[in-house]
């Protein structure tokens, strides 16, 4: 019954998974009742590797139904506008409409190939039937006219709100001369380039003249602040001034950035006189198991104390370590002593290093907040509109700015480009620096060109990136406030090997360890070479582990160890060590069992005593000094061995089938330690198994014993002989045993188990 049951199961399946792909079992597809999908494209005509826009127009599905695409070889899905997304499978891209009608678009990156390429597509509305897409499904990929090209591969297609993305362009064909003109989406921005004649920028566009027939160079900007999908898009001119477009990969998406922590300010006045003191309370959350709080005062106020225990004082800049999720506290300053609006600014970083911005109360009025020069305020106020009116000067990148920096860059280097701001009035304007990490960076007062502090080891791995603030100010006090990520560049570099100990000697284990700035160290196979004078190597064969043993051989000589493996940056990575010193020879060399001696034995179980066990288990000694081998280990007492030879023989014939493996271990000590004094220690020893092989055996029964009494004894032939009549019961009941274990069986088979 139970297999009958399956059997039927699996016939519904069957039926089943047919109707699930085309109507019920036997039926052919239906005809559409209905409904439709048209496609449209953004092109007929596509550059090797360019993008091209799909649109699909869908009505009468019903309650719900599917459209699905089959892309052309070679071309790859991108993204889509549809708001549910899509499902993909090869070349098949499926997108499940819930609602009678849809229209959406979807991307797609051409084949690097030219040709002529076809669209093809079905839709299903609700009762599954199902239609081919209809509207246009040709287009051609060809190469531009003029011959040349540029390429564009990004560093990642996905990148962190305000983090560096690297940007590589390929151009050829360009002649005499050319450029590359490349349109940053909005929110992104330019960097640097490793171009060497540079770039220059008009807004979002970035244009790199080349001077050549080709070139290949990268560009660094930063993203984004604000999550989502960007494309970049760019042209490439010839001498003859012929566009096309560059090529290759376009689109990046910015991941959401975290929330981070919370602080809020609020002062004990909004309006004070000239060198009155103001009391300002912070109240930050969020920070996790620890985090900051940076303030930057206004130019003149000056700081007189703080309630907060761990509190840090640099010119303008605030610093106060919390070693706890949220704290409350205040901190008293005295007000400038010119009249006018001045304002506070500040972050709050949390444990994870994410920052926000301090919010709460930012202005102050020092007297009749009207400065000496006839404005109106200092920084965070307003200002008049009259040309004598102090206005405020202003960051033209706004409250936030990102700069990136190559790791191991050294102290003065430049950060970027300056940041600078915007004076209403002209006035010649005073940057500082400071922050959470201001201690770590200096500013040209003048210029508002961030550089590389005094004694700052920039690493990436250690600290990715920095957040800084940069106030800029006008002589009447007002100033603007800006934060700076400063973005640490990941460089592939160089690993190392150190060898240890560093002064070799011959016997004594060499251990090498490959180490990388850039972590993720996998993957290691080590190479040995020797050397008389250090400059000619000469392989070491067979030597293929971090550990290497000198044999006497290599007395005098130098080693060198090279690990090639794998790192943050990828494979192909390649270290060597090499020794401080030659090689120390040793008065003595003890003898040591070859590599190519795996220590297994065999015996057959009915060897006799003084059996030998296969052959000696020898250890050369370099020396040729007379040895003496030991036996040891948990089966030493079957066995014996000769201390001059190291034969292992039998004490006793084995029994395969009492014990079919036996382990021991054999010693060698030539009786003399590296000095050539007396040592009656082991120099080496080895782990050698020993495995008993089966013999067929003959049993022969024994007769039992005449009973005197007995008057039914088998006739003597000379043997155990057995009579027929024995042997005709013996087969009968035999058969019978067999029958009824048949019948047993069926019996069980038929009886329900546990629990039915």
Known sequence: MLKRALALLAIVAVVVAAWGTAGPLGTPVAEADGHSATRTLSATT???????????????????????????????????????????????VNFVIFGDDA????????????????????????????????????????????GHSATRSLSSPTVDAGAP???????????????????????????????????????????????????????????????????ITGAVKNDQAESAAVGG??????????????????????????????????????????????????????????????????GQNLTFTILHSSATFTYTVTAASTD??????????????????????????????????GGTGGGGGGGGTGPDNNRPPAFSEGARANRAISEGSSSGADVGAAVTALDPNDDDLIYSVGGPDGS???????????????????????????????????????????????????????????????????????????SDPDGEVSGETWSWERSADGEEWTAIEGAAGATYEPAASDAGMWLRATAAYSDGHGADKTASGTTEAAVAAIANAGPRFPAAETGERSVPEDASAGTSVGDAVAAPDPDGDALTYTLGGEDAAYFTIDAATGQITTVATLDYETQTTHSVTVTVSDGMDAGGGADGAADDEIAVTISVTDV????????????????????????????????????????????GGARMARASARRPGPGA
């Open 440 to 514: 770590s960076f200096d500013i040209g007062s003048a210029s508002g060109q961030i550089t590389v502090g005094s004694g700052t080891d920039l690493d990436h791995e250690a600290q990715a990136s920095y957040s800084v603030q940069v106030v800029a100010t006008d002589p009447g006090g007002r100033a603007d406030t800006i934060e700076i990520t400063i973005s640490v560049i990941n460089e592939d570099e160089d690993g190392s090997v150190a060898l240890s100990p560093a002064a070799p000697m011959v016997q004594s284990d060499v251990m090498a360890a490959v």
């Open 165 to 231: 993305l690297t940007v590589t362009i390929a151009a050829s064909g360009l002649g005499s001369f050319g450029s590359v003109e490349e349109t940053l989406p909005s929110g992104f921005t330019y960097l640097s380039t490793t171009h060497g004649d540079g770039a220059t920028t008009s807004g979002q566009k970035v244009t790199f003249v080349v001077f050549g027939d080709d070139a290949t160079f990268s560009y660094t900007v930063t993203a984004s602040s604000a999550p989502g999908s960007y494309s």
């Open 103 to 146: 229209t959406f678009s979807y991307t797609v990156t051409a084949s690097d190939t030219a040709g002529s390429y076809s669209f093809s597509g079905t839709t299903r509305d609700g009762n599954r039937n199902e239609l081919a897409v209809g509207g246009a499904s040709s287009v051609t990929v060809e190469a531009a006219a003029t």
């Open 696 to 739: 067929e055996e003959m049993v022969t029964p024994e007769p039992e014993p005449e009973d005197p009494g007995d008057g039914d004894k088998l006739p003597d032939t000379g043997g155990a002989a057995v009579p027929a009549w024995l042997l005709a019961l013996a087969a009968a009941a035999a058969a019978a045993a067999a029958a």
């Open 46 to 92: 596509v550059e090797p590797g360019g993008q091209i826009t799909v649109t699909i127009t869908a009505s009468g599905l019903g309650t719900f139904g599917s459209v699905t695409e089959t892309l052309p070889a070679g071309f790859t899905y991108v993204s889509t506008t549809f708001a549910d997304g899509a499902t993909t499978s090869g070349q098949d």
């Open 249 to 314: 990969s376009s689109s990046v998406t910015v991941a959401s950035a975290p929330t981070g922590a919370s602080a809020t300010r609020s002062l004990s006045s909004s309006a004070v006189q000239a060198g009155e003191q103001i009391v300002v309370t912070i109240s930050a959350s969020g920070l996790g198991v620890f985090g900051s709080v940076a303030e930057t005062i206004p130019a003149g106020f000056a700081y007189v104390s703080s309630t907060h225990e761990d509190t840090a004082v640099s």
């Open 340 to 373: 006018g609006v001045y304002g506070f600014s500040g972050t709050v970083t949390d444990d994870q290093r994410r920052t926000g911005a301090v919010t709460g109360t930012t202005a102050v009025t020092v007297g009749t907040g009207t400065p000496p020069d």
